[in-house]
């Protein structure tokens, strides 16, 4: 094939006339930038000027030399040194003496003449395998996933110039621990030692990014991370998010956190990748935070149109479920290469690589090679792929083009050997995410609004469990809880929690079966932790002298690092009931006819718990009178119940609308509609248990093709505008745009954990325990999408049951929060997380008498300072060495992940709430004793502080330093860890997350206290675990 031949300026100069240029507003992006225009430049350097910012294609880099030239030739004709941006003296310095314009022409043919860099090609083999979406973990896993890793850990042996990236660890995982052979395991860790098999992201899944919360990332990538550090020593340096349908501007803070060089997405709007790709602004260097500092930026690479498949490069065909063909065979995708057909795929693939290299700054380029559900015949794929690289690069020099198998540490090391300047992205995301003008992908942000609620009360479960369980073992193990189970439990849970953070999971996007799956996964794993808690709680309970009285003790445990005054319910089947504390002192409570069961009351008790400690409640039936109760703290409440009515017009005399009032507000119902009609903020007072206004729903069965929505209208002035949280950690701005079509739809924004609209006097917040979907469609309204039914779709959806006829009922939670800025600033975000980790129930039988009892008040509370949050205390379990060349040295010795667990190492993350800026007081840096924080776990021997995920030692992280437009922006904090550990004393700035390793001085030999049997069953019964609610019938 004939290289084609640059042409020459005049020819450029013409194509400037037809070219559109979309305007991008910035220099250009990694090249020399000519100066702007001004009343002494000649026509020709207007004209030239132009010609850089518009021409497309293959010749955008040679033009940029020839107008680089010829500004050099006017610096030299002025005196100057001649030396472009970069640092590099111009090549056509020597030539551009002559003067005049034929000086100019001089340079022109001597740059024109240079020959044209080829395209150096990084082709990057891969296998999307969705952790779930049509098929199941295990269906998957028989049908095509654990051949990948069996076929391609064969292939790569055979030849070293062979590469391949592995993503999500679940199927891995199961493939390592059940399936690999001693062999296979043996080759795994020899390509991962000459870098040709490389994992990416790490984590348990591809998590999305629109409707999960920022922990729950956390966990499922220290989930992975933990695993391949334990197991051989790596840690993930790169990422592949280039499915979750849009990107979050929390995803890469967490990447560079964990010490990732470079990050890849693919899905976000297309008309906005399409002037991307115009503009060459594919890649960036990407700031997430407006708060933390530029250390925490990432360079991100947005795949181009093709994202990552590589269409008619299949050559091993499509699986079969339930299982593969006996005989192996399988129809190809596409045909095998031979000598015949040798031309047509080596054009199609020049063609392809020439249309995308034009889209990007440098001559490299990121091809990715394989699709969904590739690679598990690995043979075929390289046996055809390897002669038509070899066929390419023998006639580079014709083509244009090289080609190379890489991994995303081969491409990205080139790149940023190139020392390109590159633009900053700010903390915008990308979100929504449409794929076409019809084809707004916004309703999975309530899709499966019942999984969404499960998953994350599966996480606040976990959350508490994780402090509670480490409690147990410091400072002293306790006596009769068999440690190995109990992490077991933790574990199971800690599973299912990451698996479910799929973008084929929490989003709904999924088959009902494997939505039944995710569901299974969760609840059995809340049982087990459910029953850790309830065996760690069996002994530590007070005994009561009166053997003889019925009922039960409920003990309350607050997983926050804070003291919370909350109101805590249980479903008891009696109305006459008294609740003493530990001392026996009469506690403020409230019965009333349960909501949910006729023949059951609500019991709600009034609680002040400190941090991360218990409270006990001894709740009997009583005898008495109704006046007897009173005396006791309990009263009986009247319920009214009002059904909905359709909404009417105002009569003569107005609404009729039914008042009720506390401190703050007054909320008046309309008994019109019998919906509420208007909140009045009536007080001043601070306090979260007074400014908070619950809202709990009941929505379902809805009737197909119906989506139900809470519509809030308010006198705020917003214009419009809302702010909705990126992943719980930070609030994102959303505009209301106008678009040509699908404007509701365009105009939806994921709110995982809060969202607020205001004016310049005052703002409504509103705070959700799991994700929706949230707009703001008109001037002071906010509108909440709470559930979806929905049997439209693709025909080929329709033949995989990829519908969402979701015929369940569900109970969203709403709180308000309603007040002045500044007010609410200080509430918002403990608020957010108050009502995410609700105080957990653990009922016992009050007659139930408990041995070694130790004093409830015993364990000291643990209390951070305001705008600090406990962002996790655990025990881990990993085996593997702090110290990474002894932990090296322990894996080349056989020292493996079947070692015995390090019950020694706790885990400890600490979170800045606040913005730079957010609040005068709470957005100031905070200090914190560790030793004097953790002195009710024990004596603190050591701290470590480690990366997000805890595989790296911060004072050896080194990431990559990418070159930008307007050099280093420090912003907010000085750096990504401000200030370093001072023994036990650390300083945490805005956003900032440390995450440490915790060493206790041991009492007693942990090993001393591991029981070989299982923890004896307590007798309890429960409604909701681990959700503030708890049961029991009368008999």
């Not at 015929?807 to 009502?835: E, F, K, N």
């Amino acid at each position: 094939m004939k290289q084609p031949r640059p042409p020459g300026l005049s020819q450029l100069l013409q194509r400037t006339d037809n070219t559109e240029f979309t305007g991008f507003t910035g220099p250009c992006p990694g090249s020399f930038q000519p100066p702007e225009p001004d009343g002494h430049t000649s026509v020709l350097e207007s004209r030239l000027r132009d010609l850089v910012l518009a021409v497309p294609g293959d010749y955008a880099a040679t033009v940029r030399t020839i107008v680089q030239g010829l500004w050099l030739t006017q610096a030299a004709r002025e005196g100057g040194e001649g030396e472009d941006h970069s640092g590099r003296r111009g090549d056509a310095q020597t030539e551009i003496q002559t003067g005049g314009h034929g000086r100019s022409l001089v340079v022109l043919r001597f740059l024109v003449a240079q020959p044209m860099e080829p395209i150096r090609v990084f082709m990057v083999p891969h296998s999307h395998m969705d952790v779930g979406w049509i098929y199941t973990v295990q269906e998957s896993l028989q049908a095509y996933a654990s051949n990948v890793y069996t076929s391609v850990v064969q292939e790569l042996m055979l030849q070293e110039h062979r590469c391949f990236i592995a993503v999500e660890q679940e199927y891995f995982r199961l493939w390592w621990d059940g399936i690999a052979s001693d062999r296979q395991k043996h080759q795994v860790r020899h390509l991962l030692a000459t870098r040709r098999l490389e994992f990416v992201i790490g984590g348990q899944v591809m998590h999305d990014e629109a409707v999960t919360h920022f922990d729950d990332q956390i966990l499922q990538l220290t989930e992975g991370h933990g695993f391949l550090y334990e197991t051989f020593g790596i840690r993930p340096q790169f990422s592949w998010q280039v499915d979750p349908f849009g990107a979050s501007a929390t995803t890469p803070t967490l990447f560079a956190l964990a010490g990732f060089h470079a990050h890849v997405i693919s899905r976000i709007d297309y008309d906005l990748k399409g002037a991307m790709q115009k503009n060459q602004g594919l890649q960036f260097v990407w700031r997430g935070s407006p708060s933390l500092a530029a250390k925490q930026e990432i360079f991100t690479h947005v795949l181009d149109q093709y994202s990552y498949c590589s269409e008619g490069f299949y050559w091993d065909g499509s699986a079969v479920f339930p299982e593969p063909p006996s005989n192996r065979l399988f129809q190809p995708k596409s045909a095998p290469i031979t000598w015949n057909n040798m031309k047509y795929y080596v054009d199609l693939l020049v063609d392809n690589v020439k249309e995308r290299a034009a889209w990007f700054q440098t001559s490299h380029l990121l091809w990715p090679w394989g699709c969904d559900k590739q690679f598990f015949n690995a043979s075929l794929q390289f046996e055809n792929m390897d002669p038509l690289l070899e066929f390419i690069n023998s006639n580079t020099p014709k083509l244009g083009i090289s080609v190379e198998y890489a991994t995303l540490a081969k491409y990205f090391g080139a790149l940023q050997a190139t020392n390109v300047t590159w633009h900053v992205r700010e903390h915008q995301d990308f979100l929504p995410y449409s794929s076409g003008p019809h084809q707004a992908w916004t309703g999975f942000y309530s899709s499966r609004s019942r999984l969404k609620g499960l998953a994350r009360r599966a996480s606040a479960l976990l959350y508490a469990g994780e402090s509670m369980f480490t409690r147990s073992v410091w400072p002293v193990p306790h006596q009769h809880l068999d440690l190995d189970w109990a992490l077991k439990q933790l574990q199971q849970l800690r599973w299912a929690v990451s698996e479910v953070q799929h973008h084929h999971a929490i989003t709904g996007t999924e088959t009902p079966k494997v939505r039944d799956m995710y569901v299974k996964n969760l609840r059995s794993g809340m049982q087990g932790v459910h029953k850790l808690m309830v065996s760690i709680v069996q002994d530590r309970t007070p005994a009561y002298s009166d053997s003889e009285a019925r009922g039960h003790v409920a003990v309350v445990y607050n997983p926050l690092a804070w003291t919370v005054t909350t109101l805590v319910t249980l479903t008891v089947g009696f109305s006459r009931v008294s609740v003493t504390d530990e001392s026996g002192q009469p506690v403020a409570a409230q019965i009333q006819e349960s909501k949910e069961r006729q023949t059951a009351y609500d019991l709600h008790v009034l609680t002040t718990i400190p941090g991360l400690s218990y409270r006990h409640y001894s709740i009997r039936r009583d005898q008495g009178t109704q006046k007897d109760t009173k005396q006791l703290g309990a009263s009986l409440a009247k319920t009214s119940n009002f059904a909905r009515k359709p909404e009417t017009q105002a009569g003569p005399g107005g609404r009729h609308l039914i008042s009720v009032e506390n401190d703050c507000y007054t909320v008046f119902l309309d008994a019109d509609t019998n919906l509420m009609h208007s909140i009045l903020e009536s007080g001043h007072g601070g306090e979260l248990l007074c400014r908070r206004i619950e809202q709990e729903y009941q929505v379902g069965p809805l009737e197909l093709n119906r989506e139900a929505v809470l519509r809030t209208s308010t006198s705020l002035h917003n214009q419009q505008i809302l702010y909705s949280d990126s992943n719980g950690f930070q609030m994102q701005r959303r505009v209301f745009r106008e678009h040509a079509t699908n404007n509701i739809a365009r105009n939806y924004y994921p709110m995982v954990q809060s969202a607020f609209i205001e004016d310049s006097q005052s703002r409504l917040v509103l705070l959700s325990e799991q994700a929706h979907g949230i707009s703001s469609q008109g001037n002071g309204q906010v509108e909440v999408m709470l559930h979806r039914r929905l049997r439209n779709n693709f025909d080929w959806a329709l033949d995989y049951d990829l519908t969402l006829n979701d015929t369940s009922v569900v109970h969203p939670v709403l709180w308000l929060l309603l007040g002045p800025r500044p007010l609410t600033t200080g509430l918002c975000q403990r608020s957010g997380l108050a009502l995410q980790h609700r105080p957990v129930v653990l009922l016992r039988e009050l007659n139930a008498i408990a041995q070694n009892l130790p004093d409830p008040q015993q364990q000291e509370a643990v209390t951070l300072p305001p705008g600090l949050h406990l962002q996790i205390l655990s025990i881990p379990g990993w085996n593997y060495s702090s110290n990474h060349t002894e932990h090296l040295q322990n894996l080349e010795k056989g020292h493996g992940r079947k070692a015995k667990v390090d019950l020694r190492r706790v885990l400890l993350r600490l979170h800045h709430l606040h913005e730079v800026g957010e609040d005068q007081v709470l957005s100031q840096p905070v200090s914190v004793n560790l030793e004097v924080l953790l002195q009710g776990l024990g004596s603190v021997a050591a701290v470590e502080e480690r990366s997000l995920t805890g595989t790296w030692d911060v004072s050896t992280l080194r990431r990559w330093s990418w070159k930008t437009w307007g050099g280093p922006h420090n912003r907010g904090s000085s750096s990504s860890h401000s200030t370093s550990l001072q023994g036990t004393k650390v300083t945490i700035y805005p956003k900032e997350m440390r995450t440490f390793f915790i060493h206790f001085h041991s009492s007693e030999p942990l090993a001393d206290s591991v029981n070989s049997g299982q923890p004896q069953e307590p007798q309890e019964k429960e409604q909701d675990p681990g959700h503030g609610k708890a049961a029991w019938e009368d008999e």
